[in-house]
């Protein structure tokens, strides 16, 4: 069964420390896997994404990572801010139908405190 | 920024209502999309258009309907809404001509069903 696993479920940080999410899955044939940020009462805004030969990739402060051959990935955040307070999203595509299918997590529920 | 808009942001119902909700892009996508989502959970796609004249049901059942008559528009029609309808529901659009076929998200819709 095709699935995506996120931990933790929720984390809280201080202001200005860096923090890793991190996102398994099982989803096959893969194709690609995004990142999505998602604030309250919003809708998902893509961060970063990667394909099968990229094993890293970095959007100022945020900075993706990928193992295939293990199918984790990591989001690491540097040196957080009171806006990356969020959910942050791991979506896997499989390509393995027409429709290109993505497979969502749940989400990390990030809190940054002052 | 996406140039993805929903209406209404937020809305309060009595049971057995119909109602719609809109969706409009204004970035030419042929895809779009709409998404069910609960607290804490992940995304459930519930219908997808490839075009104009063009829907399917996605993975989750849902009692909506969506019509595609225009390309930049996609709404989402409940007969008579239910309490079991209280949700956010998420439109999105993608660019079938790129790899990655990235989906940008409109800000959601916020239904209530007393």
């Known amino acids: 069964k095709n699935q995506v696993e996120q931990s933790p479920q929720s984390l809280i940080i201080l202001e200005g420390k860096n923090c890793t999410l991190q996102c398994n899955y099982t989803v096959s044939p893969f194709s690609n896997l995004r990142w999505y940020k998602q604030d309250t009462g919003r809708g998902p805004v893509s961060l970063t994404i990667m394909t099968f030969s990229e094993n890293t990739k970095s959007n100022g402060r945020y900075t993706a990572t990928l193992d295939a051959d293990t199918k984790q990935s990591s989001l690491h955040i540097t040196a957080s801010q009171l806006s990356d307070s969020a959910s942050y999203i791991c979506v896997v595509s499989d390509r393995g139908s027409t429709l290109g299918r993505l497979y969502f997590g749940r989400g990390t529920q990030l809190t940054v405190w002052p | 920024e996406a140039d993805i808009y929903q209406t209404p942001r937020y809305l309060v119902i009595g049971t057995g209502k119909k109602i719609t909700l809109e969706c409009s892009q204004t970035?030419?996508?042929?895809?779009m999309y709409w998404y069910q989502q609960d607290p804490g959970m992940e995304l459930h796609l519930i219908h997808y258009?490839?075009?104009?004249?063009?829907?399917e049901k996605g993975d989750l059942s849902s009692e909506s309907t969506v019509s595609r008559i225009r390309t930049e528009h996609f709404p989402l029609t409940l007969e008579s809404a239910r309490p079991s309808h209280t949700s956010q529901y998420l439109c999105?659009?993608?660019?079938?001509?790129?790899?990655?076929?990235?989906?940008?998200f409109g800000p959601g819709t916020r239904l209530t069903v007393l």
């Open positions: 258009s490839y075009g104009v004249n063009s829907t």
């Open positions: 970035m030419g996508h042929d895809k």
């Open positions: 999105a659009s993608s660019d079938a001509g790129t790899s990655t076929d990235t989906q940008y």
